[in-house]
């Protein structure tokens, strides 16, 4: 009975990381949340609790579907946070000391 229930456990585990495109999102989301007042306007410069976001963020992206569940997950999350300057969202990685190899906007095609 132990033995079952370690497998299903393991099972379990192994499930629950397998959509990737669904619970990745609420954790990126959180990665970036402390962009918001930046991202608004509403602080002249992106806060080390943002950088660190991004930053971390972009540590993820590894392979381009990486990128293109990134780029999914940013544009849903964009969604809901009325009044984002996108001139901003576009320039926070270099304001954050990031080189990017892909760009975003809210035009991005995200599948290419």
Not at 84 to 96: T, V
Request: charged share 15%.
């Amino acid at each position: 009975m132990t033995r079952l229930l370690v497998l299903l456990a393991v099972i379990a585990a192994v499930w629950v990381g397998a959509p990737a495109a669904i619970l990745p999102c609420e954790r990126m989301s959180q990665m970036i949340v402390p962009c918001a007042p930046y991202l608004t306007s509403h602080a002249a410069v992106p806060g080390v609790g943002c950088c660190n976001g991004v930053r971390a963020l972009l540590g993820i992206a590894q392979t381009h579907n990486d990128r293109v569940v990134i780029c999914k997950c940013l544009k849903i999350v964009a969604g809901h946070f009325p009044g984002i300057d996108n001139k901003r969202a576009m320039g926070l990685p270099r304001l954050c000391g990031l080189r990017l190899n892909f760009s975003f906007s809210p035009s991005t095609n995200c599948d290419k």
